[in-house]
């Protein structure tokens, strides 16, 4: 099925039948956590954009709060990723009922990787409590399009 001249066999996840990686905000209030690798290199064998990007909010212990939290992709070796776009999320978690957030962000301009890069995330966060966020992916659209 074409649309907008790509067919669904051009999109992709990454990674695919496997969990993503899992990735921190330290506990001290906008404050970036270290870089986590989702995609290594040598990995997507062609150019592509990334259109979103999936994460799994994980409880912490500020309930009951408007939280604010920053995600950032990035390509390039461990330890000298460039930030290639930065998400912001405002969100309220309840996790006394149970809540998880599960978000799928659409990215507002598809960003455009070359192919065999390294894509990382990183996240930082308004409170000084330390949050995990799992599962994280992106969703890609290989290019030049078929």
């Given amino acids: ?61 500020v309930t009951d709060t408007r939280l604010q939290t920053v995600f950032q992709l990035g390509i390039g070796a461990a330890g000298s990723e460039v930030a290639i776009i930065s998400i912001p999320v405002s969100w309220y978690i309840d996790s006394t009922v149970g809540h998880l957030a599960p978000w799928i962000f659409p990215l507002p301009t598809p960003r455009k990787v070359t192919a065999n890069s390294r894509v990382a995330v990183r996240v930082a966060h308004s409170v000084a409590t330390a949050s995990t966020f799992g599962s994280c992916k992106i969703v890609y659209i290989k290019l030049p399009y078929t």
């Fill in 1 to 61: 099925m074409s649309f907008l001249g790509y067919t669904t066999k051009d999109v992709e996840c990454y990674p695919l039948a496997a969990s993503g990686p899992t990735v921190a905000s330290p506990a001290t209030a906008w404050t970036w956590g270290s870089w986590v690798e989702i995609v290594p290199a040598n990995t997507v064998t062609v150019d592509f954009v990334i259109t979103h990007l999936v994460a799994l909010e994980f409880p912490t212990a």
